[in-house]
Structure formats: C-alpha cells, structure tokens
C-alpha cells in the first residue's frame, strides 16, 4: 500500500512558477513509477507527466512541454513538478499518482494504469 500527498498548489499570475510535491509513503518508492495527472472543472483527468523508477527516463504532454518538468529524490520518497511559465489554461487540481513496476523503464501516460492516488492540490492561474 502506498499513500501519496501533494502539497505547493496555490495562486500564482500568468507567467510564473510554482514546485509541487508528493510525498510518498512505506520503503518501495524507488520500486514505483510516478505521474502527474490534472483535473480542471467540467473536464476529465489528463495526463500532465510520468517518470520511471530511477528517475531516468520522464515523458511530459506536449501542452506543457518546455515548461515542467517532472523530478524525483527517491531517498526523500518525493516526486515534483516544477511547474514555469504558468498559464490560465493550467488551472486544476494537480494529482500524483503511483504504480509499482519490476521494469525500470517503465511508465504510462493512462490514468488506469495507476494503482495509487493522492488527494490532489489546487493550482490557480490568474491571468
């Protein structure tokens, strides 16, 4: 069992930049790969960016291409987006999600493919 909390949502303007996290519970975080997901009102969840178990190998939606980047520090159990050049369009609630793999080089940009969810952190852009 793994539990995932997101914390660094908030209120930023057009244009800057906020970091969140998700922390991860129990010893096999460095067994799961992670994602990002969002959720913006009146809209599905989609995919925003996965990172295999090392850290190694990541892969982002084109629509934030360039401008987040997906981390991880398996040591602090913590995966993070660093989330530059913010747009009005990436207004949601951010969610991390988790799933155990044997391959490293393994991740997913499904939302089914996730066994594991946080409870999610708002993100809100003025424009």
């Known amino acids: 069992q793994v539990q995932l909390v997101e914390s660094g949502g908030g209120l930023v303007q057009a244009g800057g930049s906020l970091r969140l996290s998700c922390l991860a519970s129990?010893?096999?975080?460095?067994?799961?790969?992670m994602g990002w997901f969002r959720q913006a009102p009146g809209k599905e969840r989609e995919f925003v960016a996965a990172?295999?178990?090392?850290?190694?190998?990541?892969y982002n939606t084109d629509s934030v291409k360039g401008r987040f980047t997906i981390s991880r520090d398996n040591a602090k159990n913590t995966v993070y987006l660093q989330m530059n050049s913010l747009k009005p369009e990436d207004t949601a609630v951010y969610y991390c999600?988790?799933?155990?793999?044997?391959?490293?080089?393994?991740?997913?940009?499904?939302?089914?493919?996730?066994?594991?969810w946080g409870q999610g952190t708002q993100v809100t852009v003025s424009s």
């Open positions: 999600a988790a799933r155990n793999t044997d391959s490293s080089m393994t991740y997913s940009s499904g939302a089914s493919w996730y066994d594991y």
């Open positions: 129990g010893r096999t975080f460095s067994s799961n790969a």
């Open positions: 990172i295999n178990r090392s850290g190694g190998s990541t």
